[in-house]
T-cell receptor, first 115, second 114 residues
Framework: GAVVSQHPSWVICKSGTSVKIECRSL??????MFWYRQFPKQSLMLMAT?????????EQGVEKDKFLINHASLTLSTLTVTSAHPEDSSFYIC???????????FGPGTRLLVL | AQKVTQAQTEISVVEKEDVTLDCVYE???????LFWYKQPPSGELVFLIR??????QNEISGRYSWNFQKSTSSFNFTITASQVVDSAVYFC???????????FGKGTRLSVIA
């Protein structure tokens, strides 16, 4: 099946630093990727839709200047958490699919801990 | 608007018991897709099944089976002869129009006790 990778899998950083997370579709092209956030024992919350070659679409309440998304190619989307603070600590997951109704495959996730 | 409800927050069963995870959805679209994902303690979401709204045929895959009923807007998931390795959080999800993101239920945490 399709594979989506994420890097890094774990990040520990100091408050105020920026963290970049990469999401790659390894064996298919994805014009759209999605970024989710998951707090402990909660469901996945959609943060934004990443569109190749255009600006990302952010969900209500998600700060676009805080969470920068760049979809530079059909196989790569990046999420940058700028000036991270402890409340940004969470599990970040990306997903990608080939198109309408196609299964969304999820990356293994990135655990971010901001000290 | 679309919505997915998983009323069972946590379920505990003894190994070899059968267990059914409930999923009820809401959507205005006539064309949609339903999914189940498994999230083990490692965190990675594992795809289990995808079902489109025009196919109400139930599906069986090994110990897993799914019951899709449009009349009740339900897409329930049954594990027969549960095993400890089945312990995980299971998410039901809905996808509507073209390439929209999945709408997830809150998940059901299944614990299978040896």
């Amino acid at each position: 099946g399709a594979v989506v990778s994420q890097h890094p899998s774990w990040v520990i950083c100091k408050s105020g630093t920026s963290v970049k997370i990469e999401c790659r579709s390894l064996d298919f092209q994805a014009t759209t990727m999605f970024w989710y956030r998951q707090f402990p024992k909660q469901s996945l919350m959609l943060m934004a839709t990443s569109n190749e070659g255009s600006k990302a679409t952010y969900e209500q309440g998600v700060e676009k200047d805080k969470f920068l998304i760049n979809h530079a190619s059909l196989t790569l989307s990046t999420l940058t958490v700028t000036s991270a603070h402890p409340e940004d600590s969470s599990f970040y997951i990306c997903s990608a699919g080939r198109g309408f109704g196609e299964t969304q495959y999820f990356g293994p996730g990135t655990r971010l801990l901001v000290l | 608007a679309q919505k997915v409800t998983q009323a069972q927050t946590e379920i505990s069963v003894v190994e070899k018991e059968d267990v059914t995870l409930d999923c009820v959805y809401e959507t205005r679209d006539t064309t949609y897709y339903l999914f189940w994902y498994k999230q083990p303690p490692s965190g990675e979401l594992v795809f289990l099944i995808r079902r489109n709204s025009f196919d109400e045929q139930n599906e069986i895959s090994g110990r897993y089976s799914w019951n899709f009923q449009k009349s009740t807007s339900s897409f329930n998931f049954t594990i027969t002869a549960s095993q400890v390795v089945d312990s995980a959080v299971y998410f039901c999800a809905l996808s509507e129009i073209r390439n929209t993101p999945l709408v997830f239920g809150k998940g059901t945490r299944l614990s299978v006790i040896a």
